[in-house]
């Protein structure tokens, strides 16, 4: 059994509004074995589509490498936005060592609500990903659950939003994105949108589509 710790803090600071939320990186993050094209920060790895998407939305122009140059890009840009990054999951066990959500059993979370006490600035979680087993938002609702709190609806299509009132009356926003990973491609393929869009473009593509969604949010 592999135990898959999160490698990396939490990225958070007072002045943030949005925290993105996600899993585990791929266990090579946990053990230190990157790859020519990783960077060694939350959401690095070369086959990842956040930064790629981000880049696209703000013109970064970010390097892809493990330098500690590359780690910096995207900590300013970060910090510039507003954005904090705060993955729900401090560990798990895995019998196959791979990144998979569903894979990760005996799921140790982090007290997001907690955290979300200190930082009263934040009024939106973006999820990077949805509500099936083990993703973002289905373990955001299990710690939701145990306090006593539930997410209530505002829009069901994806990206799926919901709010839910904390202690003290402070609202906070939830938004599913699409997971921005490879293995959500045929998902993003399924959806009635994307496919009425492709064929209009024959060329359009399931970056485009997530940039597009993104964008709207970020």
């Given amino acids: 059994m592999f135990l898959h710790r999160h490698p990396y803090p939490p990225f958070l600071f ?27 920060f939350c959401y690095g790895s070369r086959d990842g589509q956040l930064w790629p998407i981000l880049d696209r939305i703000f013109q970064l122009g970010l390097t892809y490498e493990t330098t500690p140059e590359a ?16 993955d729900i999951v401090a560990e798990a066990q895995r019998q196959r060592i791979d990144a998979s959500d569903l894979g990760m059993q005996h799921i140790r979370l982090r007290d997001l609500l907690g955290l979300l006490s200190q930082y009263p600035r934040v009024e939106t979680l973006l999820f990077t990903g949805g509500n099936s087993k083990n993703g973002p938002e289905y373990l955001f609702r299990k710690l939701l659950k145990q306090a ?27 938004v599913s994105l699409t997971a921005p990973s490879g293995s959500a491609n045929r998902a993003v393929g399924s959806l009635a949108e994307y496919k009425a869009r492709k064929a209009n473009d024959p060329a359009y593509t399931v970056l485009d589509f997530r940039v597009e969604q993104y964008r709207r949010f970020f």
Avoid: M, S, Y
Wanted: charged residues 20%.
């Fill in 14 to 40: 007072d002045t943030a509004t949005k925290w993105i939320v996600g899993t585990l990186p791929p266990p090579r993050f946990t053990t230190g074995h990157l790859r020519p094209g990783d960077v060694d």
């Fill in 71 to 86: 780690v910096a890009e995207r900590q300013a840009f970060l910090r510039r936005r507003g954005i904090g990054i705060c």
């Fill in 148 to 174: 006593g709190l539930t997410l209530q609806p505002v829009t069901v299509q994806v990206p799926r939003i919901n709010t839910v009132e904390l202690p003290g009356g402070r609202q906070l926003r939830t």
